[in-house]
């Protein structure tokens, strides 16, 4: 397993951009696929992004797609989360999490590590 600390939340105005960062500890980086999920308060932890080991392949959910872009720099140990045009119903509290083996997946039960979460809230 990996340790995943992620950055970068805050409060922003609807149409406004964040960046998220998560950071992982260990040397083997690039062998894991990594995930950006979130959970807004009363709801369900629901899949955000994904991304492949190498980078080269991603998915999102369709409530983000054209909005969001993950990616990832292996040299860095980071993966990044770019938000733009935010909207009220993105408020939740994001997490990184790693799964073993470069290949991505929507389904959360398959990752193994989880950061701590970073808080997004964007007023109207």
């Known amino acids: 397993q990996v340790q995943l600390v992620e950055s970068g939340g805050g409060l922003v105005q609807a149409g406004g951009s964040l960046r998220l960062s998560c950071t992982a500890s260990g040397r083997t980086f690039s062998s894991y696929a990594l995930g950006w999920f979130r959970q807004a308060p009363g709801k369900e932890r629901e899949f955000v992004a994904a991304v492949t080991g190498s980078g080269s392949s991603t998915r999102y959910a369709d409530t983000v797609k054209g909005r969001f872009t993950i990616s990832r720099d292996n040299a860095k140990n980071t993966v990044y989360l770019q938000m733009n045009s935010l909207k009220p119903d993105d408020t939740a509290a994001y997490y990184c999490?790693?799964?073993?083996?470069?290949?991505?997946?929507?389904?959360?039960?398959?990752?193994?590590?989880w950061g701590q979460g970073t808080q997004v809230t964007v007023s109207s």
């Open positions: 999490a790693a799964k073993s083996g470069s290949i991505l997946t929507t389904i959360q039960r398959m990752y193994e590590s």
